[in-house]
C-alpha cells in the first residue's frame, strides 16, 4: 500500500532552516509527480511547491519562491522540501502528498505530516 512518511520538522528561529524529506513506499515512485503542502492553525491547507516525475515542472506558492526548494531522488524514492529565510507565517504542519496518474493537479495520497514551528 501506498505510504508517505514525512521527516525533519522542528522548532527554528526566523531566518533559519529547516530541509523536510518525504520517504514513499507501495508505488513506482518515478512516475508520480509529488507535492508539498501546509496547514496552519485554524487555517485550510494550502499548496507549497510541485515537482513532476523526472525533477521538472517545478512550481511554487508565491509566498515561498525564492525560499523554498523542492526536489526528489528517484533512487531514494525521497521527496524534499530545504526551507531557507524561514518566517513566523511558516509555521505549519507539513504534508507530501503524491499525485493522481490521471490528473497531477489532484492528490490522492498524503503523510501524516511533519510540524515547523518558526519561532524566537
Known amino acids: 500500500q501506498v505510504q508517505l512518511v514525512e521527516s525533519g520538522g522542528g522548532l527554528a528561529q526566523p531566518g533559519g532552516s529547516l530541509r523536510l524529506s518525504c520517504a514513499a513506499s507501495?508505488?513506482?515512485?518515478?512516475?508520480?509527480?509529488m507535492a508539498w503542502f501546509r496547514q496552519a492553525p485554524g487555517k485550510e491547507r494550502e499548496f507549497v511547491a510541485r515537482?513532476?516525475?523526472?525533477?521538472?515542472?517545478?512550481y511554487y506558492a508565491d509566498n515561498v519562491k525564492g525560499r523554498f526548494t523542492i526536489s526528489r531522488d528517484n533512487a531514494k524514492n525521497t521527496l524534499y522540501l530545504q526551507m531557507n529565510s524561514l518566517k513566523s507565517e511558516d509555521t505549519a504542519l507539513y504534508y507530501c502528498?503524491?499525485?493522481?496518474?490521471?490528473?497531477?493537479?489532484?492528490?490522492?495520497?498524503w503523510g501524516q505530516g511533519t510540524q515547523v514551528t518558526v519561532s524566537s
Open positions: 515537482i513532476f516525475w523526472d525533477g521538472g515542472g517545478i
Open positions: 502528498a503524491k499525485a493522481s496518474q490521471s490528473d497531477y493537479a489532484k492528490y490522492d495520497y
Open positions: 507501495g508505488f513506482t515512485f518515478n512516475n508520480y509527480v
